[in-house]
């Protein structure tokens, strides 16, 4: 079982910064995958940023360039910092965690990008 705790979401201007993390109940060198998912309203929840075990990471299209997704092995927990915001990016952003065959979701915080 995995416990994952968000924190860093709120109100941000366009063109403004947001610094997400997700904290782990175990150490994350036991994780197969860490990653953000997000949900806008009326929209599918979709991927975002992951990184893998290997340190590989995936980005959105949408998001390449501007958000970065790093993890702090010291604090067990997956950061994603978010740069140049956009009103689009205005979602319900969730962490995520892989392990063993199971999927395990943070509670969501919220992200809103006013323009």
């Known amino acids: 079982q995995v416990q994952l705790v968000e924190s860093g979401g709120g109100l941000v201007q366009a063109g403004g910064s947001l610094r997400l993390s997700c904290a782990a109940s175990?150490?994350?060198?036991?994780?197969?995958?860490m990653g953000w998912y997000r949900q806008a309203p009326g929209k599918q929840r979709e991927l975002v940023a992951r990184i893998l075990s290997g340190g590989n990471t995936n980005y959105a299209d949408s998001v390449k360039g501007r958000f970065t997704i790093a993890i702090d092995n010291a604090k067990n927990t997956v950061n994603l910092q978010m740069n140049s915001l956009k009103p689009e990016d205005t979602a319900v952003y969730y962490c995520?965690?892989?392990?063993?065959?199971?999927?395990?979701w943070g509670q969501g915080t919220q992200v809103t990008v006013s323009s």
């Open positions: 175990q150490r994350l060198f036991r994780i197969n995958v």
């Open positions: 995520y965690a892989a392990r063993l065959g199971h999927d395990y």
